[in-house]
């Protein structure tokens, strides 16, 4: 079965959607990136206990939350299967398939974390122009 994620070398930020949401405030970008790589831990640990737990109110909670971290930080790619895996779990749908579809977007969240922190360093002591 096809799960519509990005590809490893994608990148999950949108740099001009980012930069707009932050109004292209360098202090902002940083904040949110800083929250960004908070939830994306906090959100993986939780999603792997619920998961262990089988606690499917605790997942979709957990993936409620997360969604629009991610948007603020210009992430929209993760978005429409994050809803999806958050309505199974609320719904108890599709729960056989659940765990490795979890797999896989815990996977992607974790390259989502390095990226973050990529993008953390490379605005450190920056400044954008226009």
């Known amino acids: 079965m096809s799960h519509s994620l990005p ?3 994608h990148n999950f930020i949108d740099p001009e959607l ?3 949401n932050c109004a292209g405030d360098l202090s ?3 904040d949110l990136i800083n ?3 908070l939830s994306v831990s906090s959100s993986m640990t939780e999603a792997s206990h619920s998961l262990t737990n089988e606690d499917w109110d605790k997942l979709a909670r957990v993936l409620h939350k997360l969604r629009p971290v991610l948007c603020y ?6 978005t429409d299967e994050l809803l999806l ?3 199974n779990a609320k719904g108890r749908k599709d729960l056989p398939e659940l765990p490795a579809r979890m797999m896989v977007m815990m996977d992607t969240l974790q390259q989502v974390h390095d990226e973050m922190g990529q993008q953390l360093s490379s ?3 920056r400044q954008f122009s226009g």
């Not at 930080?73 to 993760?78: A, D, E, F, N, P």
């Open 7 to 9: 590809v490893h070398n």
């Open 18 to 20: 980012f930069k707009s």
């Open 28 to 30: 902002m970008m940083r």
């Open 35 to 37: 929250l960004g790589l």
């Open 73 to 78: 930080c210009g992430i929209i790619s993760l």
């Open 85 to 87: 895996l958050e309505g």
């Open 123 to 125: 605005l450190s002591g």
